[in-house]
C-alpha cells in the first residue's frame, strides 16, 4: 500500500505554482487549427484496423440555471426546446464517426458530461442512448464503465431508474458545498436532502460507483463550515471522491465576474481547508489517488494504483488509457491513438458544420516521438507516483539519464528539497511531494515557458 501523503506547508508555499493538470500531454493549450477532418478520418481509420477498444464522451451543454464558478462549456436557457436541434447534429456526428469505426469496436466506458445531461428530458434521453446503440457497440451485460454527471436539482428517482434502465452504472454528483450562505454566493441552492435522494436512489437500483465533487476556495468560504461540509459528504460514503481547487479566472469566464473577490477566503484559509479536507478523508478510510481525487481501497482507482496501471486522461483518471476515446458535442475532445482533436466551442459553429453534412472538428495536434516519450514519463509520475528509468528506455530506445541530461539540476533541487527520491534506477515521489505531483510533471513540459502560466491553475 502507498505511504500516506505528508503535509508541508513550506515545499507547498514554494512548489505551488500555476500549471497544467495533465489531463493530456501535450495540453489542449498546444492544440491548433492545423489538425482538421482528414486528420481524424485517418486516425478513425487506424483505431478500426487495431482494431482498439473505444470510450465515449458525450458533452450536454445545456444548463437551466447558471453556477458562478463555472469554467465548462455550457449553454444556460430554460428553454427545454433547444436539446433537440442539438441533438439532431450530435445524432449526425455519431453516424459520421462510427461508419469510420468497425462495428465489433467495443465501448468499454461511456461518459455523458456537461452542462448537465440530465437536461435532456427522459424521451430526449433514450433517443441518444438508442442511437448510440445503434452506432456503437455498447456492452449489454452491465460490464462497462458507463457513467452520467447528475445534478441532483434536475435528478429524480424517476430519472435515476431511467438511467440505470439505459445502461448507465457509474454516477458524478456536482455538490460543491453544502453551507447556504456560500451557495448563495455561488449561485446554486442544493440542499443536502436533494444530494441524499440522488445517492439513495443510486444504490437502490445498484449503480457500481457513486462520485461527489467538491470545489475548495468558493466565497464565504471558512475552514471551519467546509470542514462540516466535508463531514456531511463522508456520512453519504461516495466511492469517490473530487476536491477540487477553485480557480478564480474572471478575465476568462464571464459569469465568475458575478463573484465578490473580496468574499474569496484568503491563501492561507485555502491551504487550511484542503489539510483539514485530506486529514478528514485519509481518517474516513479514503485513499489519496492525485490530483484532488480520493477512492475508498477497494474502488478500482485505488487498486489500478496499487497494481501501477492507472492512467490518465481528459476524463480524469481511469482505467481505460488503452481505450480510443471519441468526444461527441459541442468542445468534445477525442484522443485516438496520437492524435488529439477538438470540436469546435461555439455551438452554432458546430450545428451547422453538421448541418452541412460536415464534421465540427476545429483543432488538435499530433503528437510527436518527443511528445509520446514525455507523455509517458508524465503518466508514470502523475498516476503512480514513480517511474523506472528501464520502462521508458525499453519503450523509447533511449538513455533516460542522457535524454532529460538537462533536466537534471532542477531534479536534484526537487529531491534535496524532500519531493522526490532520485535514485540510479528510478524516480519515486515522495509522501512530502505527492500533493505537488503536478509541480514535478512540469519539469519535463517542453511547452511550458511558450506560455503564460495564467493560463492554468495553482497546484493546489
Known amino acids: 500500500m502507498l505511504d500516506a501523503i505528508r503535509w508541508d506547508t513550506d515545499l507547498i508555499r514554494r512548489y505551488d505554482l500555476a500549471g497544467p493538470r495533465y489531463t493530456s500531454y501535450p495540453t489542449a493549450v498546444q492544440f491548433n487549427s492545423q489538425v482538421g477532418t482528414f486528420d481524424l478520418f485517418h486516425a478513425l481509420r487506424d483505431s478500426r484496423k487495431a482494431q482498439r477498444p473505444l470510450s465515449l464522451y458525450v458533452h450536454v451543454p445545456f444548463c437551466a440555471n447558471i453556477c458562478y464558478y463555472c469554467a465548462c462549456n455550457k449553454v444556460i436557457t430554460k428553454d427545454r426546446g433547444r436539446a433537440q436541434p442539438y441533438l439532431q447534429r450530435l445524432e449526425q456526428e455519431i453516424q459520421l464517426i462510427a461508419c469510420h469505426l468497425d462495428p465489433t469496436q467495443k465501448v468499454e466506458q461511456?461518459?455523458?458530461?456537461?452542462?448537465?445531461?440530465?437536461?435532456?428530458?427522459?424521451?430526449?434521453?433514450?433517443?441518444?442512448?438508442?442511437?448510440?446503440?445503434?452506432?456503437?457497440?455498447?456492452?449489454?451485460?452491465?460490464?462497462?464503465?458507463?457513467?452520467?454527471?447528475?445534478?441532483?436539482?434536475?435528478?429524480?428517482w424517476s430519472t435515476m431508474g431511467l438511467l440505470r434502465e439505459l445502461g448507465f452504472n457509474r454516477v458524478s454528483i456536482g455538490l460543491q458545498d453544502l453551507d447556504p450562505a456560500v451557495q448563495r454566493a455561488v449561485n446554486r441552492l442544493q440542499s443536502l436532502e436533494e444530494t441524499r435522494a440522488v445517492i439513495d436512489a443510486a444504490r437502490t437500483l445498484q449503480f457500481r460507483s457513486i462520485n461527489i465533487d467538491l470545489i475548495y476556495g468558493l466565497p464565504r468560504q471558512t475552514p471551519e463550515n467546509f470542514a462540516r461540509t466535508v463531514e456531511e459528504v463522508i456520512r453519504l460514503q461516495p466511492d469517490r471522491?473530487?476536491?477540487?481547487?477553485?480557480?478564480?479566472?474572471?478575465?476568462?469566464?464571464?459569469?465568475?465576474?458575478?463573484?465578490?473577490?473580496?468574499?474569496l477566503p484568503t491563501p492561507a484559509q485555502k491551504l487550511e481547508m484542503l489539510q483539514r479536507t485530506i486529514e478528514q478523508l485519509i481518517s474516513a478510510g479514503y485513499r489519496y489517488i492525485g490530483m484532488d481525487h480520493f477512492a475508498l481501497p477497494d474502488d478500482e482507482l485505488a487498486i489500478a494504483q496499487e497494481e501501477s496501471t492507472l492512467q490518465r486522461n481528459f476524463q480524469g483518471y481511469t482505467t481505460h488509457s488503452h481505450c480510443d476515446l471519441i468526444g461527441l458535442g459541442v468542445s468534445a475532445i477525442s484522443q485516438i491513438g496520437d492524435l488529439y482533436c477538438q470540436n469546435s466551442s461555439d455551438l452554432n459553429q458546430y450545428q451547422n458544420a453538421l448541418a452541412s453534412m460536415q464534421l465540427a472538428t476545429s483543432r488538435g495536434l499530433l503528437c510527436n516521438a518527443d511528445d509520446r516519450l514525455r507523455r509517458a514519463v508524465i503518466q508514470q509520475l502523475i498516476c503512480n507516483f514513480s517511474l523506472e528509468y528501464a520502462d521508458i528506455e525499453q519503450a523509447f530506445n533511449i538513455d533516460f539519464q542522457g535524454y532529460f541530461g538537462d533536466l537534471w539540476p532542477q531534479l536534484q533541487y526537487m529531491a534535496k528539497d524532500g519531493l522526490i527520491e532520485l535514485d540510479r534506477d528510478r524516480i519515486t515521489i515522495l509522501p512530502a511531494g505527492r500533493l505537488l505531483v503536478r509541480s514535478v510533471c512540469m519539469v519535463f513540459d517542453a511547452y511550458l515557458e511558450q506560455h503564460s502560466r495564467q493560463r492554468f491553475s495553482r497546484v493546489i
Do not use: C, W
Open 110 to 156: 461511456l461518459h455523458f458530461g456537461g452542462g448537465t445531461p440530465t437536461f435532456l428530458s427522459h424521451d430526449e434521453l433514450r433517443q441518444l442512448m438508442a442511437h448510440l446503440r445503434k452506432h456503437f457497440n455498447l456492452l449489454d451485460d452491465d460490464s462497462g464503465d458507463y457513467g452520467i454527471e447528475i445534478d441532483p436539482r434536475e435528478a429524480d
Open 241 to 263: 471522491l473530487s476536491v477540487f481547487n477553485y480557480a478564480h479566472l474572471p478575465e476568462r469566464f464571464m459569469p465568475q465576474r458575478r463573484i465578490n473577490s473580496d468574499e
